[in-house]
Structures are given as C-alpha cells and as structure tokens.
C-alpha cells in the first residue's frame, strides 16, 4: 500500500509539473497532504512494531493518494487545450484590439511627423 501511494503521488506530481493550466482545489491538495502525512504514520507504526496501525495508515495513504489522483476536476481541465482556449477568445479580442493597434499606429504616425517638422 505504501508503494503504491508513493507511486500514486509522483504520477500526480509529475502530472501536474507537466500541464500549466491544471488548477489544484485545496480539497485535492488537502488529500495529498494526508496521503503524504499517513504513510510517515505507517512507516514510523511500522519501524516500532504497530502493524496493525501501521497496516491501517498505509489504507488510507493509499485511498487519499487515488482520491486525489482521480479527482474529476482535474480530469476535467485534460480536455481543454489551450488552442481551443485561443479559438474561444481571439474572436472576442481582436474586434476589440483592432482599433487599439490601428490608434497606436496613428499616435505613432503623428509623433514622428511632429518631430520631422520641428
């Protein structure tokens, strides 16, 4: 169990390293904490000889360590690229910043005429 929760925990880990959108809620990050806190219990029931809480701590690694792994809100944001963000957006924007770049262009324009003449 203990292996397990450890392996659960770097795939998440390394999973949320690699995608930049992905959001953590606290209640994900509040079961990696747990999962992290129960299997320094086991380990440490272990070592003194308490097997039976040992053996208990180590579930329960393991079950915070999935919960969080599978959590649907990160599922979720797999399934939104950032592509499909740009094709939501840039419609919005680009009527708007047209005018802004055409006025900066202009602002632009009558600045170095300004300082041609003078």
């Known amino acids: ?12 880990s390394s999973l949320l390293s690699q995608i930049s959108n992905i959001v953590i809620t606290e209640e994900i990050a509040r079961r990696f904490e747990v999962s992290l806190d129960a299997i320094g ?12 809480e040992g053996h208990s701590a180590s579930q ?8 969080a792994f599978f959590d649907p809100s990160l599922l979720a944001l797999l399934y939104f690229p950032d592509d499909q963000k740009y094709a939501i ?3 919005y924007f680009l009527p708007v910043g047209l005018p802004i770049l055409m006025s900066i262009k202009s ?12």
Do not use: M, W
Request: glycine fraction near 2%.
């Open 60 to 67: 329960l690694a393991l079950l915070q360590s999935e919960a």
């Open 107 to 118: 602002i632009v324009k009558l600045i170095k005429n300004k300082e041609k003449s003078d």
């Open 1 to 12: 169990n203990i292996l397990e929760a450890r392996r659960t925990l770097q795939s998440l």
């Open 41 to 52: 219990d086991s380990l440490r029931d272990f070592k003194v000889g308490n097997l039976k």
């Open 89 to 91: 957006y840039v419609p």
